[in-house]
């Protein structure tokens, strides 16, 4: 184990069925060969690159693995295990509920499917803290964005906070932002915290304005926020005035081909800003990634210290959707392990 796998971490941005590992999807694959999918059909391996287009094709493929409750448990269940297994200790999922009619799956039981999932990994003392958002899908249109907010909504008020929030992801080409502001304006009105993709693709920047309006919790990506790549100081101080964290994914960024290399992230804009930054995976099945690999990948391209490391991931349980006392459990956490790590792992 090196020193980025024995760091105690926090996973803020990764959606179900894109984290999907290959030990997973071999399972699904071998449970219905008649779809005649490939593995190579569902992640984007070492020194490979797609379209952001490409990408969402991808996405449909494991969507037909994933079609039934069971499936959505099952991946549930592995993806939570795997992330503890790489050293996360909190983490949030995300994932738009799905409704199959050849499986009688509805958007309801696909969200218990999901919940099911973290319960049993607690009650196997699996070492992570698990909550879940609901994502909106942007291709869905704003009637059922609200839809989502309103199954939001029910679960957050039945699940001892497992629902934490609701996301808004899907194609950024599609919709404006104008259709979400008033299901995000809902979602937040009842207590839920909003997790916002923006600014993934370039010259949106009136929808950006929009969406800081609100403003959300969270941003997702950012990777054209700022002046030296079309976005503009007047969004950035905005961001950097409501102190808003981004979500960044280095791997995905640039297998989705949005950066042309790690080191053109816009990583090395906020970093260097000294805004919050919270490194992320995105989908660590699909862009065969895990989260230590993503530490490692800021380390050694933005050289930075192991000091600088830990204190990025220590810096992250800040932006957690879950409250000040969880807060204050896992800041003791990182407290408890930081001198054997660092003993081990010479800084």
Not at 106 to 124: H, N
Not at 270 to 276: E, F, L, M, V
Not at 296 to 313: G, P
Not at 320 to 338: G, H, M, Q, T
Request: proline share 4%; with cysteine; net charge negative.
């Amino acid at each position: 184990m090196n020193f980025h796998q024995a760091l105690p971490k926090v996973e803020l941005h990764a959606h179900l069925n894109t984290s999907i590992s290959i030990t997973t999807m071999e399972k699904l694959i071998l449970q219905k060969p008649h779809l005649n999918i490939q593995h190579n059909m569902t992640a984007i391996r070492k020194g490979q690159k797609r379209t952001m287009d490409e990408c969402f094709e991808i996405f449909k493929v494991i969507h037909q693995l994933t079609a039934s409750v069971e499936d959505i448990f099952m991946v549930a269940k592995d993806v939570i295990k795997e992330f503890a297994a790489d050293g996360v200790k909190y983490l949030e999922l995300r994932s738009t509920p799905r409704a199959e009619s050849t499986t009688g799956m509805t958007k309801r039981s696909y969200v218990q499917a999901i919940l099911e999932a973290i319960k049993q990994c607690k009650q196997e003392c699996v070492d992570i803290n698990v909550k879940f958002l609901l994502s909106i899908d942007r291709r869905g249109g704003p009637v059922v964005a609200m839809e989502t907010v309103k199954l939001a909504e029910e679960f957050f008020a039945s699940t001892d906070g497992l629902v934490v929030g609701v996301d808004l992801s899907g194609d950024p080409a599609v919709e404006h932002a104008k259709s979400y502001i008033a299901p995000l304006q809902a979602a937040r009105n009842v207590g839920l915290k909003l997790a916002v993709h923006m600014a993934e693709i370039p010259h949106q920047n009136e929808e950006v304005e929009l969406f800081l309006g609100l403003p959300p919790d969270r941003i997702g990506h950012g990777t054209f926020l700022h002046p030296e790549v079309g976005g503009s100081e007047y969004l950035v101080d905005i961001i950097i005035k409501n102190q808003i964290p981004i979500e960044l994914c280095l791997t995905s960024n640039l297998k989705g081909q949005t950066v042309s290399s790690y080191d053109q992230h816009h990583f090395k804009y906020w970093y260097n800003r000294g805004h919050s930054c919270v490194i992320c995976t995105d989908g660590k099945g699909v862009f065969a990634s895990n989260l230590s690999q993503e530490y490692q990948i800021a380390e050694t391209t933005f050289n930075l210290s192991k000091a600088q490391i830990w204190d990025l991931s220590y810096q992250s349980i800040n932006h957690i959707f879950a409250p000040v006392s969880v807060k204050s459990d896992l800041k003791r956490r990182w407290n408890d392990l930081k001198p054997g790590l660092f003993n081990q792992y010479e800084p």
